[in-house]
C-alpha cells in the first residue's frame, strides 16, 4: 500500500512539474541570405544564446510558473515584403507571444506596422533609425541607441584631435544610414568642420571608383559614412586600393563585424560607432557580466561577439526582465514592465521612452567608438577608442 | 592628374569589361536573331567559376580565364541543345521564355548553393599611382584581359574557317546553307562562343567587386545598352561601344550623384534606338 502511494506521490508531483512548466513563443525573421546575412546572422546568435542560457537554467520564473522560451523563426532574404509576410504569419499561425525585429532599420519598419496592427510587442534591435518610434507606436521598444548619436560621437572624437580636419561623408541611401548622417552632417557644421563633400550611394553599389575619385578631388582628410557590411566592406576595401590619403575614415556597422579583420590592411585604423564592446565594463543590475557573456559566446560560436550579437542578447532580458516583473505573459502587463525599465546589464542602459511622440525610443543606452588596430603581435584587434573615460586604447590618428 | 581625366580612365578600364560582357550578347543575338536572358546568370556564373577555381589552386586569378572560357563553351553547347536549338526559328517570344527559364534555373540552384549573400575573390595586382590617383591593378588587368581577348574573338570571325561560316549565316543563313554551311552547327557554336564571353566577363568583375548569384542582372541590363549602341551582330563594336559607355560614365561622374548615371544611360539607350536603330557601327538596310 505504502507503495503505491509512494508511485501516486510521484505521478502526481510529476504532473504538477509538467503543468507548471509552459512555453513562450518569441518569433522574429533573420537575414539569412541577402546583403544583411553578416549582421543579421550576429544578432540571431545574441537571441539564440540567450534562449538556451534561460532553459537550461529552467526557463523565465514568473508569477509562480515557469516558462521555456521556444522559437519561431524565418529567413526573410534581407527583403522587405517577405518580412511582412512572415511576420503575419508569425502571429497569426505560429501564435508568437512576443516579438524580436528583423535585422536594419528598413526591415524592422515593415515589421512594426505588423506587430502594432496585432498589438503584439516587439524589441527591436539592430535597427536605430528614430523615425519608426515617432509614429505613435504603442508596442515598439528599441534596444540600440539612436541612429542620431552613430556619428556625433566620431566628429566629438576628431574634433579633440584635429579641429580643420576636411570632412566628407560617403553613405548608404537607405533609411539607416540616411537618419545618422543627416543629423551628423549639421553637428559637423557646428563645430566648425568643412564639409566638402555628401553622397548617397544605391545599397547594392559595389563599384565605388567614381565616388573615391570625386573624395580625391574634394581634398577631404576624413570620411565618415557607409551603410552595411556588404557595401561597408567593399568602400573600405576599395579606398585601400586607390591609395586615398585619409586620415580617419568612420563607417557604420560593417566594421563591428569579427569578419571585418578578413580585410587585412584595408581593415587597419577603421572606426566603427558601437553599441557595445567587450572591454565594456558595465556593472550588470541584471543578468551576465560582459565576461561571461563574452566566454559563452565564443564557447559556442569558435567567434568573439559583435555589438550586434550583444544586442540580441540582451533583447532577450530585457523581455525576460519585462515578464518576471509583470508576472507573467499578458501583453499589457509586459508592456507597462517595459515602459517602467530603467535597468543595467552587460549591454549597458536601457530605457524606454515614455513620451506618447516617440514612445519606445531608446534613451538610456549611448554609442562607442572602436577602431580596428595592430596589436603587440601584429594581429587585428578592435579597440574602444571613444569616450576616453572608458577607452581601451588611444585613436590612432592619421591613420597611415 | 585631374579629377575628370581620372575618372574617365577609370570609366575606360571598368568599359571595356562592359564591351567583353556585351560581346556574347551581341554575337549570339545578331547570328541567332535569339535574345539570350541567360546572359546575367552565364556572367554571375563566371564570378562563381573564377571564385571556385582560385579557392581551389590560388594561383594567378587572370590566368584561370582559360579553363574558364572552355567551360562556358561546354555549357554554352548543353545549353543550345537545351533550350535553343528548338527555338531558333520560332517567333522570337518563344526563344525570350526559352533562355528566361533556363535563367531562373541557373538562379534558383545557385540560390540554393551559395545563397544570395556577397563572395569576393581576394586576389590583387599592385596599381599605377599617377599624383593622387592609384589605379588598381585589377582593372588595368581585367580591361587588358577584356580587349586581348575582343582581338581574338575578331581573329576567329575573321581569319579562321568557322569564323567566316559564322559570318555568313550571321549575314545570310538560306545563303550560307546553299554554299554547304551547317547553320544548326554554326549556330551551337555562335551560341557557345557567346556564352563562354559571358562566362569570362563575369569572371575578370569578380575580380574587381563582390559579387552574388544575382549580380550578373545589372551587367545583362549594361549589355543591353552596350549591344543597341554598337548594333547587333557587331561583337568587336559592342567592345568600342562598352569602352565609350565607360568614358561616358567617368565624363558626367564628376558633376552628378553617382546614383544618376544610370539614368543617363538608359536615356541614351532611348536615344540611340531612336537615331541610329540599327547601332552606331550597324550598317543601313538596301
Given at each position: 500500500m505504502k507503495r503505491v502511494i509512494f508511485i501516486a506521490f510521484l505521478l502526481s508531483l510529476s504532473f504538477a512539474a509538467t503543468s507548471s512548466a509552459q512555453t513562450i513563443t518569441v518569433g522574429f525573421t533573420v537575414?539569412?541570405?541577402?546583403?544583411l546575412n553578416v549582421d543579421s546572422l550576429e544578432q540571431y546568435r545574441g537571441f539564440e544564446l540567450w534562449r538556451d542560457t534561460v532553459n537550461a537554467a529552467g526557463g523565465i520564473k514568473a508569477g509562480g510558473k515557469s516558462y521555456m522560451v521556444q522559437f519561431a523563426s524565418y529567413d526573410d532574404e534581407s527583403n522587405s515584403k517577405r518580412v511582412q509576410q512572415l511576420y503575419t504569419r508569425m502571429i497569426?499561425?505560429?501564435?508568437?507571444?512576443f516579438l524580436f525585429s528583423p535585422y536594419s532599420s528598413s526591415l524592422t519598419a515593415t515589421a512594426a506596422i505588423v506587430t502594432e496592427q496585432y498589438e503584439k510587442i516587439m524589441l527591436t534591435t539592430g535597427a536605430a533609425e528614430e523615425k519608426t518610434y515617432k509614429?505613435?507606436?504603442?508596442?515598439l521598444f528599441q534596444m540600440?541607441?539612436?541612429?542620431?548619436?552613430y556619428l556625433t560621437a566620431a566628429l566629438d572624437a576628431l574634433k579633440a584631435r584635429d579641429p580643420k580636419a576636411t570632412v566628407a561623408f560617403v553613405y548608404e541611401d537607405a533609411s539607416f544610414s540616411v537618419a545618422v548622417v543627416t543629423p551628423a552632417k549639421a553637428y559637423a557644421q557646428q563645430l566648425?568642420?568643412?564639409?566638402?563633400f555628401a553622397e548617397a550611394y544605391a545599397p547594392?553599389?559595389?563599384?565605388?571608383s567614381a565616388i573615391i575619385d570625386k573624395v580625391i578631388a574634394s581634398k577631404a582628410t576624413v570620411l565618415l559614412g557607409g551603410g552595411h557590411y556588404a557595401d561597408g566592406s567593399t568602400l573600405a576595401r576599395q579606398l585601400y586600393g586607390h591609395k586615398v590619403p585619409l586620415k580617419m575614415v568612420a563607417l557604420l556597422?560593417?566594421?563591428?563585424?569579427?569578419?571585418?579583420?578578413?580585410?587585412?590592411?584595408?581593415?587597419?585604423?577603421v572606426i566603427v560607432p558601437s553599441q557595445?564592446?567587450?572591454q565594456s565594463t558595465f556593472k550588470a543590475?541584471?543578468?551576465?557580466?560582459g565576461a561571461d557573456f563574452g566566454k559563452a559566446y565564443s564557447a559556442k560560436y569558435n567567434a568573439p561577439p559583435s555589438y550586434e550579437s550583444a544586442g540580441g542578447y540582451a533583447s532577450g532580458l530585457i523581455l525576460q526582465h519585462a515578464i518576471e516583473q509583470a508576472g507573467g505573459t499578458d501583453t499589457a502587463k509586459v508592456a507597462a514592465a517595459l515602459n517602467s525599465t530603467d535597468l543595467t546589464t552587460f549591454y549597458g542602459r536601457s530605457k524606454f521612452s515614455t513620451?506618447?511622440?516617440?514612445?519606445?525610443?531608446?534613451?538610456?543606452h549611448t554609442i562607442f567608438l572602436a577602431q580596428w588596430q595592430n596589436d603587440k603581435s601584429g594581429a587585428l584587434v578592435k579597440q574602444v577608442v571613444w569616450p576616453l573615460a572608458g577607452k581601451s586604447a588611444d585613436l590612432k590618428y592619421p591613420i597611415r | 592628374m585631374s579629377g575628370i581625366l581620372a575618372s574617365m580612365i577609370d570609366g575606360l578600364l571598368i568599359g571595356s569589361v562592359y564591351g567583353l560582357a556585351a560581346m556574347g550578347l551581341s554575337l549570339i543575338w545578331g547570328v541567332m536573331d535569339v535574345i539570350n536572358l541567360t546572359h546575367g546568370s552565364m556572367i554571375a556564373l563566371g564570378m562563381f567559376g573564377m571564385y571556385l577555381l582560385f579557392s581551389a589552386t590560388?594561383?594567378?586569378?587572370?590566368?584561370l580565364l582559360a579553363p574558364l572560357i572552355v567551360v562556358g563553351l561546354v555549357l554554352g553547347i548543353i545549353v543550345y541543345w537545351l533550350a535553343v536549338n528548338w527555338v531558333?526559328?520560332?517567333?522570337i517570344l518563344m526563344s525570350l521564355l526559352s533562355t528566361f527559364a533556363v535563367n531562373m534555373v541557373v538562379i534558383g540552384l545557385g540560390t540554393a548553393i551559395w545563397s544570395t549573400s556577397p563572395y569576393n575573390v581576394n586576389f590583387s595586382v599592385p596599381g599605377i599611382t599617377v599624383g593622387e590617383y592609384t589605379f588598381t591593378g585589377n582593372h588595368i588587368a581585367a580591361a587588358s584581359s577584356a580587349v586581348v581577348i575582343a582581338l581574338l574573338l575578331e581573329l576567329f570571325l575573321r581569319r579562321t574557317r568557322a569564323g567566316k561560316a559564322i559570318r555568313a549565316v550571321a549575314d545570310n543563313r538560306a545563303a550560307a546553307e546553299l554554299m554547304g554551311i551547317s547553320s544548326t552547327r554554326v549556330l551551337m557554336v555562335a551560341f557557345a562562343i557567346g556564352i563562354a564571353l559571358a562566362m569570362a566577363s563575369g569572371a575578370l568583375v569578380s575580380t574587381l567587386f563582390p559579387f552574388t548569384i544575382l549580380s550578373g542582372a545589372g551587367y545583362q541590363l549594361k549589355s543591353f545598352v552596350v549591344t543597341v549602341l554598337a548594333g547587333l551582330g557587331k561583337p568587336f563594336g559592342a567592345l568600342i561601344a562598352g569602352v565609350l559607355l565607360g568614358l561616358l560614365e567617368g565624363a558626367v561622374s564628376p558633376f552628378i550623384a553617382v546614383s544618376w548615371i544610370p539614368l543617363i544611360e538608359f536615356g541614351l539607350f532611348v536615344v540611340v534606338l531612336i537615331a541610329f536603330p540599327r547601332g552606331i557601327f550597324g550598317k543601313a538596310t538596301a
Open positions: 537575414s539569412r541570405t541577402g546583403a497569426l499561425e505560429d501564435k508568437a507571444d509614429l505613435g507606436n504603442q508596442y540600440f541607441a539612436p541612429a542620431t548619436q566648425g568642420f568643412n564639409v566638402v547594392n553599389t559595389t563599384d565605388f556597422v560593417a566594421p563591428d563585424s569579427p569578419q571585418w579583420s578578413e580585410l587585412g590592411d584595408a581593415a587597419v585604423g557595445w564592446e567587450p543590475q541584471y543578468g551576465p557580466s513620451v506618447a511622440s516617440e514612445h519606445g525610443l531608446q534613451v538610456g | 590560388a594561383s594567378n586569378a587572370y590566368f531558333v526559328d520560332r517567333p
